[in-house]
């Protein structure tokens, strides 16, 4: 018969007695209770304590005949999480159930606390699989306004909790149900906390979530598709979240109570080069006078400048900035030939790097999340920004005319630069986000000030 945690912990004396016959920290006996599992390693210690067989243990393995088969799930588990590795975590599905092709990317984390629907709509998460670290995601519920993008770029997403109903004045649907319409999966009751520090210690594995309607699973052919997956290394997803045709925006930010406003008097002309741009940014660069034309990432330095801007945004976006620089570099060159004021955010910064003559590195874990510190070093002000990206520019290559002027206070990697001689800078975060929650929005009338200038 085996025993629960609360058993043996009973067993033991309670919880201080426990932790001082096992020589482990009442932390360890607390997280034991909460995760209603002991870990392996604590396992002869309890077993010379308590004198239990090893079968009785939480968790321990049961005889072969009373445990489901290789490619069975767990009572209870509808869905499963299969790495590259051959790595298996199961659980709960919600949203969409997977289809003949579930979906695959580089599986990731984010800190935000909130924000989810912004954050699965984001189109820089395009390609990614999003672990949630906070276990609370669907109490703000969804609805139509605090989307990013018209699609969900992201290809599913993971929690440690089933999704909360919602709780907000603003929700109009259930996240699962929000999620099922728009053919997304996720997956519920995994370890997270496990997970985010597999993807800290060994970077973001590769994975695959499968929420089957039937209820069956091919886990060999679940980890061969993880496996076949190239990676975002070398991976152009510019081209698959771009605007397929220019289109004008003058919607600017959200306020209460009349919600988002319209652009009555713009004092300037933007052109947005489109690389996954989020629909915030947009309503900032409107909210700061811009009248703002949205072109595609393959747009050509003509067909942008025939529009006679005043100034060029570089927009945020996923994938790797090398492979969308191929053909985003020359155009960039040009436009820095005509010495227009120029803003660029996230992918966007990264472009103008590699414009310059930079170079960019996939980072070994990335940064996502709503609470990253950020120092500028031209006031010396720290800012508390959104970030989301897995590559960063490598500021020993940038050249002399670009100064740097912004870094991460985490692991010291660029987040923005400045050129010396010339109206244009980037920044490696999301300052239209508000972790701060707006201490970045001045850059936004930086921005604006070159163009009066």
Not at 290 to 313: K, M, N, Q, S
Request: aromatic share 8%; with cysteine.
């Amino acid at each position: 018969m085996p025993y629960t945690v609360e058993d043996l912990i009973a067993r033991l004396g309670g919880p201080d007695a426990a932790a001082e016959r096992l020589g482990v920290s009442t932390e360890a006996i607390r997280k034991w209770r909460q995760s209603r599992a002991i870990p392996a390693r604590h396992w002869p210690a309890l077993i010379a304590a308590t004198g239990i067989e090893l079968a009785d243990l939480p968790g321990a393995a049961r005889p072969a005949e009373s445990a489901p088969g290789p490619d069975q799930p767990p009572p209870g588990a509808t869905a499963v999480l299969v790495l590259a590795d051959g790595s298996r975590f199961w659980g709960r599905g919600f949203g969409a159930h997977t289809g003949t092709e579930p979906p695959v990317g580089e599986v990731c984390f984010t800190t935000s606390m909130t924000g989810y629907q912004e954050t699965l709509t984001d189109p820089s998460y395009a390609g990614q699989i999003i672990t949630f670290t906070f276990p609370h995601i669907g109490n703000v519920g969804a609805n139509e306004e605090d989307v990013e993008a018209a699609n969900i770029a992201a290809r599913g997403l993971i929690t440690a909790a089933d999704i909360t109903a919602p709780s907000n004045w603003r929700a109009q649907s259930h996240l699962d149900a929000w999620l099922a319409a728009r053919g997304v999966s996720g997956i519920a009751g995994i370890d997270t906390r496990a997970l985010t520090l597999r993807i800290r210690d060994g970077g973001p594995p590769t994975g695959v979530i499968c929420y089957p309607a039937d209820g069956r699973f091919d886990l060999a052919a679940l980890e061969a598709r993880a496996a076949a997956w190239p990676g975002l290394e070398g991976m152009d997803l510019a081209r698959e979240v771009t605007c397929r045709q220019t289109y004008t925006w003058d919607q600017t930010l959200w306020s209460w109570p009349e919600g988002y406003g319209r652009l009555e008097h713009p004092r300037f002309h933007v052109v947005a080069i489109d690389y996954g741009a989020k629909r915030n940014i947009l309503r900032a660069l409107a909210a700061a006078g811009c009248r703002v034309t949205v072109v595609p990432a393959t747009a050509t330095a003509e067909e942008i400048l025939a529009h006679r801007p005043d100034g060029i945004f570089l927009s945020n976006g996923p994938g790797d900035p090398a492979a969308t620089g191929e053909y985003a570099v020359p155009v960039i060159r040009e436009l820095l030939a005509r010495e227009l004021p120029l803003f660029g955010i996230c992918l966007g910064h990264q472009l103008l790097a590699l414009a310059l003559g930079a170079r960019t590195f996939k980072m070994a874990r990335g940064h996502r999340g709503a609470n990253q510190p950020v120092k500028d070093l031209t006031t010396g002000q720290v800012e508390i920004t959104s970030q989301n990206h897995g590559f960063a520019v490598d500021p020993d290559t940038l050249p002399a005319e670009a100064e740097v002027t912004h870094i991460s206070l985490f692991d010291g990697t660029n987040e923005g630069f400045a050129l010396r001689n010339r109206p244009v800078f980037s920044v490696q975060y999301h300052p239209e986000a508000s972790p701060g929650p707006s201490d970045s929005r001045h850059l936004f009338r930086r921005f604006v000030s070159l163009m009066e200038r």
